[in-house]
DNA sequence: CTTATATATTCTTTTTAAGGAATATAGTGC
DNA sequence: GCACTATATTCCTTAAAAAGAATATATAAG
């Protein structure tokens, strides 16, 4: 009960929600997602903690940032569930479409100086 | 996006998730429900509202009560597919599997005097 | 019309979650 | 070792949700 309903909790937040339709993209560091969602660093590493305990992302250090990307879904039935009607949900959504259009010019090169 | 995130908070909490459960079962009046979770009756007004607005339950009035059932889904694709899934997630769970034996002995001529 | 009952709503208090500033940790390169 | 950068964590403030008490509405029965 309490994972289902943490993985809920998770995805009641509008910037999480963002921040997976992202990640179906491409993996991400936090300096690419802080710059596509305009929000400061401990703000965005608070909700990425909160989306992994509720087994939606995993994270994997590359020296100095950390990539997170979509978990596999093992964690618990309902994030595989959930991560796999959000690969189609949410996809007209003209908030999605927008930021996903500019994930894909986000350059970790330029943002991580 | 708004439509998403409001199923997500609705089901985020347990006593409603506890509800959705119970109405799979049968349909219900708000004194029957407040006598299964042992709660306030304004408290279960207020979970029913939530879930009425997120699209997952329904109500009819009969005479001086209200009946609440599981909504068909129609409201938004988000709560048919979450209602979809509950019908067997949970359903092991023991605080919900104690529940549903109770729900089945309870008597609206019982309770609401 | 009065009384009683089921439910809804309002208002206030308490708890919980989110936002923001500051600081801590951990790598990297010199 | 020191300086620099990315991320995490802590602490404090603010906003939102839940809990509780009281009241309002609506329907039924006499």
Redesign the pocket.
């Known amino acids: 009960m309490k994972d289902f309903t943490a993985a809920m909790?998770a995805l009641?937040?509008q910037?999480r929600v963002k921040i997976i339709k992202m990640l179906q993209h491409k993996s991400m560091?936090?300096?690419e997602i802080k710059a596509a969602l305009n929000?400061?660093?401990?703000?965005v590493?608070?909700h990425?903690?909160?989306l992994e305990k509720a087994g939606l992302v995993s994270?994997q250090?590359d020296?100095?940032?950390?990539n997170y990307h979509l978990s596999d879904g093992s964690r618990t039935p309902y994030a595989a569930t959930l991560l796999g009607n959000l690969r189609h949900w949410l996809d007209d959504d003209p908030e999605i479409t927008g930021l996903v259009e500019k994930v894909f010019f986000l350059n970790r090169k330029d943002l991580?100086?």
Chains 1, 2 share one sequence.
């Open positions: 909790k009641s937040d910037n560091c936090v300096c929000l400061p660093q401990p703000s590493s608070k990425l903690k909160i994270s250090k020296g100095l940032w950390v991580c100086k």
